[in-house]
C-alpha cells in the first residue's frame, strides 16, 4: 500500500516517455512482500490503444545482498574512523615522552659522550636509535591514518626542486659515506615546481634511505632528471641488491618488508614498510606517479617520480 501511489505515478509517466523502470514492493498471494524490478514499454495494440507492456522479475535476494553490503560498508567506514582517532590519540599521547628520551639521549651522547665509559655509551646509542625509530614509526602511522581518512592536507608553493634535492644529499651523506657509498648526483639545471615542499623532501629522504640501504659497500647511486613540456622526472638509480618480480608487485603496499637474506648487505635493513607506500600516496596528491624498474636480484633498482611541469 506504501507503494503504490508512486508505482502508480510513474506508470502513468510510461505512457507519456514510452517506457518505464519501478523497483517497488508486491504483496505475493501468498502473503508475503517481495521487491520487484518492472520494466515497461509502450506499444500500440490493434486497435490503437497504447498499451504498457510489462516484464516484471523478483529482485528481493539482490536487494537484501545490497542492503547488506551497504550496512557493512557502513560499519567499516565507523570502525575505520575509530581506528584513525585511536592512532592519532595514541601517537600523540606517545610522542611527547618519546620526544623527551630521543632529546635527552641525544644531548647526553654530544655533550658527555666522550666522559662516558664505553659501556654506557653504547647503552645510550642503543636507546637514540630505538627512539629515532619509533618516532618515524609514530610519523608514518599519522601520515597512513591521514591518507585513509583523505585527511592528508598538501600546501602548495613554487620551489627549487634542485635545491631541495641537493639538501637531502647533504644530510644523508653521512649514512652513504659510512657505507663507502658514492652518490653521483648528475642534476643539471634549476628545477622550480608547484609543489609541497615538506611532503616531496619526505619522498626524497625514503627513496635515498632506502637506495643507501640497499646497496652494498663501494656500491654507486646516481640521480638524474628529466624535464619535459608537461612533466619533470627524478631518477634514482643504484646499484644494489634489486628487486625480483613478486617483490615490484608488493613494494608500494603497507606494511610490505621482505626478509632478503643477502650476503651482499652489511646491514640489517630495518623499517616499517610505510615509507614507500606513503611516498606513493604523495606523489599521487601531486598529481605525478612513481614507479621502479629492476631486472631482478643484485641488478640495481631505478625508481622515477614522475611530476606535472607547472612552468
Known amino acids: 500500500p506504501d507503494d503504490r501511489e508512486k508505482t502508480t505515478k510513474l506508470l502513468l509517466e510510461g505512457f507519456k516517455t514510452g517506457e518505464c523502470f519501478i523497483e517497488t514492493r508486491i504483496k505475493h498471494k501468498l502473503g508475503h512482500y517481495f521487491i520487484s524490478e518492472t520494466n515497461g514499454k509502450l506499444f500500440i495494440d490493434k486497435d490503437g490503444e497504447g498499451k504498457l507492456l510489462l516484464f516484471i522479475r523478483d529482485i ?7 542492503n547488506k553490503i551497504i550496512a557493512e560498508n557502513k560499519e567499516l567506514r565507523e ?5 584513525s582517532e585511536l592512532i592519532t590519540k595514541a601517537s600523540h599521547e606517545f610522542k611527547t615522552p618519546l620526544s623527551s628520551i630521543y632529546a635527552a639521549s641525544q644531548f647526553l651522547i654530544r655533550d658527555y659522550g666522550e666522559r662516558l665509559d664505553g659501556e ?14 619509533l618516532k618515524q614509526l609514530i610519523e608514518n602511522l599519522l601520515d597512513v591514518s591521514n591518507v585513509e581518512s583523505d585527511n592528508l592536507n598538501l600546501h602548495f608553493k613554487k620551489e627549487n626542486l634542485t635545491q631541495l634535492i641537493n639538501e637531502c644529499i647533504t644530510d ?16 643539471q639545471e634549476e628545477i622550480n615546481l608547484e609543489i609541497d615542499r615538506i611532503r616531496i623532501e619526505q619522498v626524497m629522504n625514503n627513496l635515498l634511505t632506502n637506495a643507501i640501504k640497499n646497496t652494498p659497500p663501494e656500491g654507486k647511486i646516481y640521480i638524474n632528471s628529466r624535464i619535459t613540456s608537461k612533466s619533470v622526472e627524478i631518477s634514482i638509480k643504484d646499484t644494489g641488491v634489486g628487486l625480483t618480480k613478486k617483490e615490484k608487485e608488493l613494494l608500494f603496499q603497507k606494511f610490505k618488508k621482505f626478509n632478503r ?3 651482499r648487505l652489511d646491514i640489517e635493513n630495518e623499517g616499517s614498510g610505510l615509507g614507500l607506500y606513503i611516498s606513493k600516496e604523495i606523489i599521487e596528491l601531486h598529481n605525478g606517479s612513481i614507479l621502479v624498474v629492476s631486472e631482478g636480484r643484485n641488478k640495481g633498482s631505478t625508481f622515477t617520480i614522475r611530476l606535472p611541469n607547472s612552468n
Open 172 to 187: 644523508l651523506m653521512y649514512l652513504a659515506n659510512e657505507r663507502s657509498i658514492c652518490i653521483r648526483n648528475e642534476l
Open 120 to 133: 654506557v655509551l653504547d647503552f645510550l646509542k642503543i636507546i637514540h636509535r630505538g627512539g629515532r625509530k
Open 261 to 263: 637474506d643477502i650476503k
Open 79 to 83: 570502525l575505520s574512523q575509530i581506528k
Open 60 to 66: 528481493t535476494k539482490r536487494k537484501n545482498a545490497e
